[in-house]
Structures are given as structure tokens and as C-alpha cells.
């Protein structure tokens, strides 16, 4: 069975997973990966097709095309409000897409987004029509400002870039669900393992972004689709309603002419 579909600034998708490009061994085992994934979704760096005009560039350029994917330019890298800007800009015209993944980062040790730039950068773009993807952590407070400017998307952190470590604050990640029900989120980094996403799923997240899981694993096919059906599998448990915990047990089997409270064993 197969989860619902879902929207992005007001495009159809029916997959949940947004993958990545880099890292891979070759670059016929990332479109294997890609396409076993089932992604509809690819974040590409500027950086990247700058080199278009080189013989690889221009190569890697083509196995993009051929996965007939919806594009997400990512300004990653970038440390300051005008180089994001910018680069940004750049995408736009490069990629002909309004779509944006926007990443200003404010530590080069733990690739923690800067909260104050993010929100700088952010409002510059959507007064200018971009479609704004903010790579931010789960700080509520920030992430309600992101809404304001007009962010549809958030893609609030599991724990920092390509560290696997699955999701460090589901209570937080939580809390945002919960507070801000009618916008889309996407766990963006330190996914590791597919049951990381389906924690999110789960949570009630909308979808995962993710390339380090799968570009670094030992099968990157066989990861994408372990991810695939992961991500289906969180969502539509997500979807029929996750059983209540309880602090005691509950039979699963009464035993008949005798009231629950009095069974024992």
C-alpha cells in the first residue's frame, strides 16, 4: 500500500523522500541509487554545475536530466547572508527554478545553521519570489519567525549534517509538529539509518531529505531502497494512527463472563 501524496509550494508529489547527489562512489551508482530511492526530488549544488563546462560537469549534468526529477538548488557552503543570497540568484538562473534549499551556516564544526542569517537571507528571497527550503534547527522560536517571512517548508535538523546520529531531540521535533500543524517539514540531516526516518514519519513530519545515508552506505541501491519503503512504511503508520502507550499492560484476549479489571495473568 502506498502513502498518501502530499504537496510542495503547490507541486503533487508521492514520494516523501528529497535526495542528494554527492558522495557517491561513482556517478552511476548515485543514479542507480536515485532511482531505486523513487525520489521525485534532487538537491544539486551550484557549485557543482558551475564545472558544466568541464567534460565531467557536463556529463554529471546529464545523468541529472535523464532522472527527470524536480530540481532543488541548495546554496550549501555558504557562511554569510550576501554569499547565500547570491548564490541563490545564481541557482535561479542556472537551474530555471524559484525553488531554493536555503543553508547559512554560522559553524564549520558541527555545520550548525546561523539562526539570525537564515532569517535575513530568508526574508530577502521571498520578497524577491523565491520558494524558500530553510536548513534550520528545531528551535520553535526561530522556525515560527521562518513562517512569518512566508516559508511553507521548514527542514528543521535531526542532528548535525552527514553524523548519522538519527534524531537527537525528538521532543523538540515533536513540539513543532504540534505547533505548526499546516506547514510541511522535512527532517533535513542526520538521518542514518531507515529507522530514523521512520521516527519522523511517525512524528508526523511530511517527508526526509537525506544523501549521506545512502551515498556512504555499503550498497547504495539496496540503502535507497531500504529508505523507499522505510519512509512509506512511517508515513502510513502515521496515517492509520499509532496505538496510545500505556503504563500497564492491557489482554489482548479477555476471558469471557469476567471483567478486565479482574483478570490476572
Request: aromatic share 8%.
Amino acid at each position: 500500500m502506498k502513502a498518501s501524496n502530499w504537496q510542495v509550494y503547490g507541486q503533487t508529489l508521492s514520494s516523501r523522500l528529497f535526495i542528494g547527489t554527492a558522495l557517491y562512489p561513482s556517478p552511476k551508482v548515485m543514479v542507480d541509487a536515485i532511482r531505486a530511492s523513487k525520489a521525485e526530488v534532487i538537491t544539486v549544488s551550484l557549485r557543482r554545475q558551475t564545472s558544466a563546462d568541464k567534460q565531467s560537469g557536463g556529463q554529471f549534468w546529464q545523468m541529472i536530466e535523464s532522472l527527470n526529477c524536480h530540481l532543488l538548488p541548495n546554496t550549501a557552503g555558504c557562511y554569510s547572508v550576501k554569499e547565500a543570497v547570491n548564490t541563490a540568484y545564481m541557482a535561479r538562473e542556472l537551474f530555471d527554478t524559484d525553488w531554493v534549499k536555503l543553508e547559512v551556516l554560522g559553524d564549520s564544526y558541527n555545520l550548525q545553521p546561523d539562526p539570525f542569517a537564515l532569517v535575513e537571507a530568508t526574508k530577502i528571497l521571498i520578497e524577491d519570489g523565491f520558494k524558500v527550503f530553510p536548513y534550520c534547527t528545531d528551535d520553535l522560536v526561530l522556525c515560527q519567525k521562518l513562517v512569518d517571512l512566508g516559508c511553507e517548508v521548514l527542514m528543521p535538523w535531526g542532528a548535525p549534517i552527514g553524523s548519522g546520529q538519527g534524531l537527537l531531540n525528538p521532543y523538540a521535533l515533536k513540539t513543532l509538529r504540534e505547533r505548526l500543524p499546516d506547514i510541511t517539514l522535512l527532517v533535513d540531516a542526520g538521518i542514518g539509518k531507515p529507522s530514523d526516518a521512520v521516527q519522523a514519519l511517525e512524528l508526523g513530519y511530511d517527508g526526509i531529505l537525506l544523501n549521506t545515508a545512502i551515498a556512504e552506505a555499503l550498497e547504495p541501491e539496496k540503502m535507497a531502497y531500504a529508505f523507499a519503503d522505510a519512509i512509506n512504511a512511517g508515513r502510513l503508520a502515521y496515517e492509520a494512527g499509532v496505538m496510545p502507550k500505556r503504563d500497564n499492560a492491557k489482554p489482548s484476549t479477555p476471558t469471557l463472563d469476567q471483567p478486565i479489571w479482574q483478570q490476572h495473568g
